[in-house]
């Protein structure tokens, strides 16, 4: 179908598929012919709707593409949110190892202290023991000085048994055989002694007496005992008549029981037959002595 118009220009003829055409085709249908004016709108019109299909299929690939690009970030973010989620996984792992490994810190510095604070006790301790041996050192040497001329003219011994100071005077030069009594040359020689321990402050003294295993049996002394502590008693009285403060001296007996020679010779009998004057220890400076006293309170 050709539609003329007042010009002579021929247009082609259209497309009946199309929804704008058939529109036309209605109108002439029912109009009998169409303007060319109206076919100019409707053409006009069928432009406008081509332009606005392009913007929106445009538009809708615009969109496919952002959707894309959008589902490739999310993709991206999914991935970066796993590993951050691994590596908190991982921290909180290594924060858990730090506090267990702190925990075990602090135990050790806890551990160290107590040790520390141990070995300053026990070297405290020591200490106070060096310092008591220096002066049972100190006391020792001073008693020797004292009691050189005795020592150097052979009337008295000077010697260390268990741990303690024993001054050792021979009974043949203090008493007759088989007798208490002191000879005028003993007594003299244990006021002497008497009075160089009375000099030695804040020590005790203990005389014992000790014999041979000659046996005796007299009226007076009916065995060594009885003669030793006999012996040893007067050897206190007169340290005590002296000037020896009587608090501080006592007395003993051992008899034959402690030999420091053999019996079988005169000679060994003759050593055995001894008076020792033993300086007490004073056991108060022994570590733990304190806690020992506090048991028997």
Known sequence: MVIESGSSEVLPAPR???????AL???????????????????????KARSELTDSRGEAKDLRVALDEAQIEVELLDARVGDLEEMIAVAEGRAGDAESQLAELVR?????????????????????MRAQSEARAAEYRSVLAKF????????????????????????DILFGSGSADLSKQ?????????????????????????????PI????????????????????????????????????????????????????RAKNRRIEIVLVPDLSDLPGAKDIEKMFE
């Open 16 to 22: 009946w598929g199309h929804p704008v055409i058939m």
């Open 25 to 47: 085709a209605l109108l002439v249908g029912v109009g009998g012919c169409v303007s060319l004016q109206d076919y100019d709108a409707v053409k006009a019109d069928l432009a």
């Open 108 to 128: 050790n510095h806890s551990n160290l202290e107590a040790s520390v604070e141990d070995m300053r006790k026990a070297l405290a301790q020591l200490n106070h």
């Open 148 to 171: 050189k001329s005795l020592i150097d003219n052979g009337k008295l011994k000077a010697k260390i048994v268990d741990g303690r100071m024993v001054l050792e005077l021979r009974t």
């Open 186 to 214: 003993g007594a003299a020689t244990i006021r002497e002694v008497g009075q160089l321990l009375a000099q030695i402050p804040d020590r005790r003294f203990q005389v014992e007496g000790h014999t041979d295993n000659v």
């Open 217 to 268: 049996s007299t009226k007076e002394y009916p065995s060594n005992w009885e003669l030793a502590a006999a012996r040893a008693i007067n050897v206190v009285k007169e340290m005590v008549d002296t000037g020896l403060p009587a608090k501080r001296v006592s007395a003993a007996s051992f008899a034959d029981s402690r030999p420091t020679a053999s019996n079988k010779s005169g000679k060994g």
